[in-house]
């Protein structure tokens, strides 16, 4: 599983395209800057094409604590995604959130 900690994703935050899989009601509580939503029982293959440039984009997924944003990296990556990072759970961002 490719995963990436907080401290060294911030370093390229700005060429990522940062990718929520929560529910819209958890999202909308808060979510991390930039972040797009995508449900993960949203996520295939015409949804993600709509949010992520290319298949060689750096994509950063989270979600509440890490387990949908696994399962979400897995899922790109069978997509073909190859820069597709699981940056875990929300609950261990220790940076601002946005509402």
Known sequence: MATIRPE??????AEACVIDVREPAEYAKGHLPQARL????SLDATRAAALIPSSD??????CR???RSAAAVRKLRALGYTNAYNL????????????
């Open 38 to 41: 995508l449900p993960l029982g």
């Open 65 to 67: 604590s890490g387990q």
């Open 88 to 99: 875990g759970g929300i609950l261990d961002w220790p940076y601002e959130v946005e509402k």
């Open 57 to 62: 984009s750096l994509v950063y997924a989270y």
């Open 8 to 13: 060294e994703a911030v370093k390229h935050w």
